[in-house]
């Protein structure tokens, strides 16, 4: 059983930097597609970032050339590294992950689409604030 913990959330001004990492446990990264979620109150979880195993990435639009995923296979562990923060990323984040298939593997733009229907394993969440 996969297991996800995140850290390195925080309050920052706008234009300044933060990076979040989620650790895991109980299985290898390795073999799943991973992606970084935000949600704020009254408002439905969005995909921020995601990668899968061949390496390919998916953004929303309001990140791109602002936020970069990585993956550190040998440390287990994924990171978001946010830069040019606005006040409008302010969420709690959440990393994730969907297991490949046998023989096969889940693609990062469907992950941050939310139209893979697999079982997801879900971090706590960090909380995010950006201040004008």
């Known amino acids: 059983q996969l297991r996800l913990v995140e850290s390195g959330g925080g309050s920052v001004r706008a234009g300044g930097s933060l990076r979040l990492s989620c650790a895991a446990s109980?299985?290898?990264?390795?073999?799943?597609?991973v992606g970084w979620f935000r949600q704020t109150p009254g408002n439905e979880r969005e995909g921020v970032a995601t990668l899968d195993s061949d390496g390919d990435t998916a953004y929303v639009d309001s990140v791109k050339g602002r936020f970069t995923i990585s993956k550190d296979n040998a440390m287990n562990t994924l990171s978001l590294q946010m830069n040019s923060l606005e006040v409008e990323d302010t969420a709690i984040y959440f990393c994730?992950?969907?297991?490949?298939?046998?023989?096969?593997?889940?693609?990062?733009?469907?992950?941050?689409?939310?139209?893979?229907?697999?079982?997801?394993?879900w971090g706590q969440g960090t909380q995010v604030t950006v201040s004008s």
């Open positions: 994730a992950a969907i297991r490949d298939p046998p023989g096969g593997l889940w693609y990062a733009s469907p992950f941050l689409q939310g139209t893979i229907h697999a079982k997801t394993y």
């Open positions: 109980g299985d290898r990264l390795a073999t799943y597609v």
